[in-house]
C-alpha cells in the first residue's frame, strides 16, 4: 500500500520543474509520510455513531471525544514548532511517525471510551509534531515559483489519507470490526519509517540554509519575531474558515446517519470522498495558486466551499449530497497549497518551524471548540442547524482572507 502511494507522490512531484532528484526522492518520502500520519485521522468521525451505541455516550460526549485530542493539538502546536527550529526536520518526522504506530496499535487495544480519547489524543499529538518540520522541509527544498505546486502536491497525500482511513472502515467494518482498521495500517507507517530511515542517510543536512539563518534556528526567538499584522490577519481568517469545515467534517456521518438514515457504512464512504477530492484538487489548487496568485485562488477556494456546502444542506438525494460533497471537498482542499505557500512567503526561512505551528495554532484551538459546539447546537436545536453554523464561519473566514493585506517578507 505504502508503494502504491510513494509511486503516487512521485508521479506528482516528477511534473514540478525542480532541480534535484534528490528533491524529487524528498517530497515523495514527506509525502508518503503525510499520507500515513494522516490516515488515522478521520476514522474515529465516522465512528461516533457507533460509540455512541457501543459506550453508551450522549452526542455531546462524542463531540468531546473529537475535541479533547484537538485540544492536545493546540497545546502541543508552539512547542513542536520550536523544535522544529532547532532539530533536523527529518528526525522529528520519524519521531512523529513512531508515535503515530505505537498510538493505532494501543486504539486496537483500548478497553474503553476513556481510554479511546487517550490514544486519540495521542494521535493527534503524533501529527502535530509532524507538520511544522515537515511544511518547513518542504518550503525550504522548493523556490517560491514551484513552492504552491510542492506544497499542494504533499497536501495531496494528506488527504488521501483522510480519505482511505474512513473507506477502510466502510469497506472492512461489517466483516472485521472497527478495531482491525487501525491495526491495519501500522504496517505502512512502519515500512515509511524505514524509508524516512533511508532518505535521512542520503542527506547530511536538512537544506543549504545561510548562516544568519543557522542561528536564527540555534535560538528560541520570541513568537512576536513573525507576528507581523498581516500574517496575524492570514491565521485568523485560515482558523476561521478551519472552524467551520472542522464542525461538517465532525457530524456529517452523524447528520447522514441520524437525519437521512443512510448506514454507518455507507456515510463513512462519503465522509473519506470528501478528502478523497483533495487527492486531485490539491496538487491543482497549488499550480493554480502559482498561475493566478495564492491569495486570489484561496479566496475562490473559500467561496466554492461555502456554495458548495449550502447545496448540501438542501440536496434531496442521496446522490446529489455525493456529487456536492466530491466538489466541496475539491474546493476546500485546493486551498492547501495556496495558504502553506502564504506562510512561507510571510516569514523569514530561519522561523519557519515557528510560523507552521502558528499557522496550524488558531486552526487546531478553534477547530477543538467545533465538535463540541456543533454537537451542542445539533442536540438543541436539530442536527440539520450544523450547516447554517458551518456556513457562517467559512463566510466569516473569507470576508477576514479578502481583508488581509499582502505583504510578504520572504522568498
Known sequence: ?????????????????????????????????????????QIHLAL???????FS????????????????ETVGTIPSGL???RTKHINQVIASLSITAVAATLTFLAPNFYAIVGTLS?????????????YSLTAEIFPRQHRSKALGVHGAEGTLGFSLGPISL?????TTGWRFVYLLWVAPVIVCIVLLLNLKGRTSRRVEV???????????????????????????????????RQV????????????????????????????????????????LGDRIGDKRWLTISYLGTFGTLLGIAYASTLPQIIILALIYGAFGYSGMGPSTSLVAAHTPTGRRGLAYALYFLPQYSLSALAPTLGAIVAQNYGIWNIFPLALAMILAGTITLVLTKKTPTSQ
Open 1 to 41: 500500500m505504502v508503494g502504491c502511494e510513494s509511486l503516487s507522490a512521485a508521479s506528482g512531484v516528477a511534473r514540478l520543474n525542480s532541480s534535484s532528484s534528490l528533491q524529487k526522492v524528498s517530497l515523495a518520502t514527506i509525502s508518503t509520510a503525510h499520507f500515513v500520519n494522516h490516515v488515522f485521522l
Open 48 to 54: 461516533i455513531p457507533v460509540f455512541m451505541n457501543e
Open 57 to 72: 455516550i450522549s452526542l455531546v460526549a462524542a463531540g468531546l471525544m473529537v475535541s479533547i485530542p484537538m485540544i492536545c
Open 83 to 85: 523544535l522544529a527550529d
Open 122 to 134: 495521542l494521535l493527534t499529538i503524533a501529527t502535530t509534531l509532524y507538520h511544522p518540520p515537515a
Open 170 to 174: 466502510g469497506i472492512l467494518m461489517a
Open 210 to 244: 545561510t548562516a544568519q539563518q543557522e542561528e536564527l534556528r540555534r535560538t528560541f526567538g520570541s513568537v512576536g519575531s513573525v507576528l507581523t499584522g498581516a500574517f496575524v490577519l492570514l491565521l485568523v481568517a485560515f482558523g476561521i474558515n478551519t472552524m467551520g
Open 248 to 287: 461538517i467534517s465532525s457530524l456529517i456521518s452523524s447528520y447522514l446517519v441520524m437525519e437521512r438514515g443512510i448506514s454507518v457504512a455507507t456515510a463513512s464512504v462519503v465522509l473519506g470522498l470528501i478528502s478523497a477530492a483533495g487527492i486531485v484538487a490539491a496538487p491543482l489548487g497549488g499550480f
